[in-house]
């Protein structure tokens, strides 16, 4: 299948690497086992890695993924998704795409034949068969930037929906994961938040998906674990802080201190409701009424 290639509408790979690309070590210091640097899905009694894998194996399962033959993770991060769908789900082919070097590169090192790392974004993918299903984890924040308009914003979201429109086989499933805007308005978005840690980038609200993704995908299940979120910001900010020795030693203590405050926000954030995580599976309308 071919798909024309459209222009980015979100974050550019400059401001992509900004973040990701700091250093894998220094990632590595506080994220989980796995590496997997979004929300995770809890339980009481979890560990910060229990509950990673169950997130994994959550979306997994939205999609029925399960022995599938082609799988698109978009937004890959260090590839924690890519592994569970080919080690655990036997999934013949695991697709990732990122604007990250450094996490193609770690995913790279993988050296597993049924797993394949893209460095590009979603508007310039081309594949030539389609998908049986589409992940796409903490990736949907970068899809627009600051200065867009609403109606900018929901055209860009549009255009990111027909295309794993195109893409996924008929009944196909999309499992989207989020942050957003809850109990505050579109646009306020921190300064600090949005120059210091994510340039180029701004959060949908819910509205905006739904309006984005009408006629070409039907809602089956949609949920706010905000609190999800905050939990795990806290296991971050406390293994950060275990491990800020090391950290300093990485990448200095600006850049240690810029994320410990990001961590701190960010929990505030979560637990007061201005921001929320959405968790979405979207099933394929076959016959959209465009």
Known sequence: MSVAKTQNPGASADAIQY????????????LDSTNTYSCALWEENDTLDTAQLRKLDFHINQVRA????????IGCGWGSMLKRLVEKFA??????????QTQADWIGTFNNPRITVKLASWSNLTPDQPYDAIISIGA?????????????????????????HDWLRPGGYLSLQTIA???TKSGNYTQFLGTEIFPESELPTLTEIAEACEHRFEVVFVRNDREDYE????????????????????VGEETVFRYEKYLKFSIIGFHTGKLVLLRLALRRIDNPCL
Not at 23 to 29: D, K, P, T, V
Not at 141 to 164: L, M, T, V
Not at 237 to 247: I, V
């Open 91 to 100: 999934v013949e082919r695991a697709v990732g795409l990122t604007l990250s």
């Open 140 to 164: 949907f924040e970068h899809f627009a930037k600051p200065d867009c308009s609403k109606a900018k914003r929901i055209e860009g979201y549009r255009s990111f929906f027909q295309r794993c």
């Open 66 to 73: 399960s022995g599938a033959k082609r799988v698109l993770d």
């Open 231 to 250: 939990r795990t910001c806290r296991a971050w900010l406390s293994r950060l802080k275990a491990n800020r020795e090391a950290a300093v030693d990485l």
């Open 181 to 183: 805007y809850g109990n």
């Open 19 to 30: 973040h990701y690309d700091l250093s894998n070590a220094f990632y590595h210091l506080w």
